[in-house]
């Protein structure tokens, strides 16, 4: 008879810190295992690599929360608080085919390769401007004054909203990162101030377009693509989410990593200054498996009984698969737990698979590349000014990354 297991806490501030061992324990014991998360929901978790994988692919698992088996009251605690009382629900994050490849198709133009790369000065252009506020001053957080406004401008940029106005939406963006750390409702209510913000610009930019990602789609619209006002808006609202809270975690969990490991770090700083490139792109990949700004992909909802590596999932189950789980699976990766900037074989899923694959990756992965280079180029003696168990880790259930990260180095 078998010896009787505990299952590991999930979910509490100590598991936050590190949650790799738990998620060890779940791969090997309880692959496809029923919690209930802090919300009261309960949800599968799946850990494996291989499951996972086709989990993300399966059209079985709806992106739609009405498949969810639950009353309104239960349904409202899995998304964004907020978007549904604001109609933001008609985003890419919530929807299925044909709806989710129609509303793909009109931003898809904006993340291509020749886009992305167009976009790369500005991108330089703010990374080094943002250095250059806290360079003198030898100390920086560098969550707070480099990895949270870098992507927050670049995709406001993007969007089209103007200069005068994107200190405000990156104050009501912070409010929503916070997950706890602000006050009650204060994230549904910076919900409702973004989707009526976005819903005015939209009506503005009809009479004056210009050539960002918002009078594309008002462009798109009058030709005779349907989208509606609350679509556009919920549209808006995602890539902003998206667009920046990724890129944050990708940099400030990427410049931790880094830290404590320096023998990687070194590598990458002396590959740095030979002008290689090599290193820098495997390194970005490496770091979005270690580490990744995703800790679990966003909700899916089993429109009918099927099966998750061999454990049986009734219609209207919630799903969420664990990519911080299955990016460390010693089935997939050798030496998973290892910190390897030069590895090649790793087709992780930091930014998903199948049909619903992080529309933004190319340029997150710009916006990474480019705050690494620069930070350990022109601040090479870059340090840590904390000692790790104290820093704090933002609470929230998808998302997975530091509130602070304190740094110390030659002022320049």
């Not at 949270?148 to 405000?168: K, M, N, R, S, T």
């Not at 969420?320 to 050798?334: E, I, W």
Request: charged share 25%; with cysteine.
């Amino acid at each position: 008879m078998n010896a009787p297991y505990t299952v590991p806490e999930l979910f509490t501030w100590e598991f936050a810190v590190d949650p790799y061992p738990a998620y060890a324990w779940l791969r090997e014991h309880s692959p496809v295992h029923r919690t209930e998360l802090p919300s009261g929901v309960e949800a599968w978790l799946v850990t494996r690599y291989a499951d996972a994988r086709q989990a993300l692919a399966d059209g079985r698992l709806s992106k739609n929360p009405d498949h969810h088996a639950e009353d309104a009251h239960g349904k409202s605690k899995t998304g964004i608080p907020g978007e549904r009382s604001a109609n933001l629900m008609t985003h890419l994050l919530n929807i299925d085919p044909p709806d989710h490849t129609r509303l793909r198709r009109f931003v898809s133009k904006a993340f291509t390769p020749r886009r992305v790369a167009e976009f790369a000065p500005r991108v330089q252009e703010l990374t080094d401007g943002l250095i250059d506020r806290f360079a003198p001053r030898g100390e920086a957080d560098l969550i707070h004054d480099f990895a949270f406004p870098l992507p927050i401008y670049a995709i406001c940029d993007l969007l089209g909203v103007p200069h005068d106005d994107q200190d405000e939406l990156r104050d009501w963006a912070g409010m929503m990162i916070r997950h706890g750390g602000g006050p009650r409702g204060g994230v549904a209510r910076s919900v409702k101030k973004i989707r009526g913000y976005l819903a005015e610009l939209i009506r503005r930019k009809r009479n004056d377009l210009g050539d960002d990602l918002i009078s594309g789609l008002i462009r798109a619209s009058d030709h005779g693509e349907h989208l509606t006002e609350n679509e556009a808006a919920a549209m808006c609202f995602v890539l902003l989410l998206a667009g920046f809270e990724t890129t944050i975690n990708l940099i400030g969990n990427g410049v931790y990593a880094l830290l404590r490991n320096p023998e990687q770090r070194t590598r990458l700083q002396e590959s740095i200054k030979r002008g290689e490139q090599e290193l820098l792109d495997t390194g970005i990949e490496e770091l979005l498996r270690y580490d990744g700004p995703v800790e679990l992909a966003t909700w899916r909802f089993a429109t009918e009984s099927l099966a998750i590596g061999g454990q049986h999932i009734a219609a209207g189950d919630p799903v969420l698969v664990v990519l911080a789980a299955a990016d460390r699976d010693p089935a997939r990766f050798a030496e998973p737990d290892t910190l390897d900037l030069s590895r090649s074989d790793n087709p992780h899923l930091g930014y998903g698979h199948g049909i619903h694959y992080c529309l933004g990756a190319p340029l997150a992965r710009l916006e990474g590349r480019t705050a690494l280079e620069t930070l350990l180029r022109r601040l090479p003696d870059l340090r840590l000014a904390a000692d790790p168990a104290d820093l704090r880790w933002r609470g929230g259930l998808i998302m997975r990354g530091l509130r602070d990260l304190p740094v110390q180095f030659t002022a320049v």
